[in-house]
């Protein structure tokens, strides 16, 4: 299988695992193989769109994606659960996702930015009313300071 010409983001894991973010689907190598893994409408354990603008892996090494939705990736099992399914006000769009000094997971979309604790069930949706200078975001714009502040 070749490899896309184009891409978005190339990440390494904690695993030695390279992700590849692209317009039409998700890359995994893991120095052996690559993996494709494209959206399938029919299938509720895919990635949830076909343009990955991120891939971010968190404080408990997981990966989480970002695309047509917020997927989070599930090794045991080869498989992404969609939390735009559990966190229904969750946008429909990620464009970026990290996590605060506390573990909270902060989403920025083309609907604002959300932040979630899966742990108590927590979730706030920003938009530009409460604040934030635009409602769209960009693909992969997050960082976060030295002083714990997020950038989106």
């Excluded at 039409?24 to 029919?42: A, D, S, T, V």
């Excluded at 891939?55 to 659960?81: A, M, P, Q, T």
Aim: aromatic residues 16%; hydrophobic residues 30%; contains cysteine.
């Amino acid at each position: 299988m070749a490899t896309p010409f184009w891409n978005n983001d190339i990440v390494k894991d904690s695993k030695n695992n390279f992700w590849i973010t692209t317009s039409f689907g998700l890359f995994k190598w893991n120095g052996n193989n690559l993996r494709r893994y494209n959206y399938n409408e029919q299938d509720t354990n895919s990635i949830s769109g076909h343009y990955i603008s991120m891939i971010y892996e968190d404080y408990n090494k997981n990966i989480w994606v970002c695309s047509e939705g917020l997927d989070l990736y599930d090794s045991k099992n080869d498989i992404f659960i969609h939390y735009t399914q559990k966190f229904k006000a969750l946008p429909k769009n990620s464009k970026a996702i990290t996590q605060d000094n506390l573990g909270r997971y902060w989403v920025s979309s083309n609907e604002g930015i959300a932040c979630m604790d899966i742990a108590s069930g927590y979730f706030r949706h920003y938009l530009e009313e409460d604040g934030l200078q635009a409602n769209s975001f960009i693909d992969k714009t997050v960082t976060k300071g030295n002083d714990g502040i997020l950038y989106f």
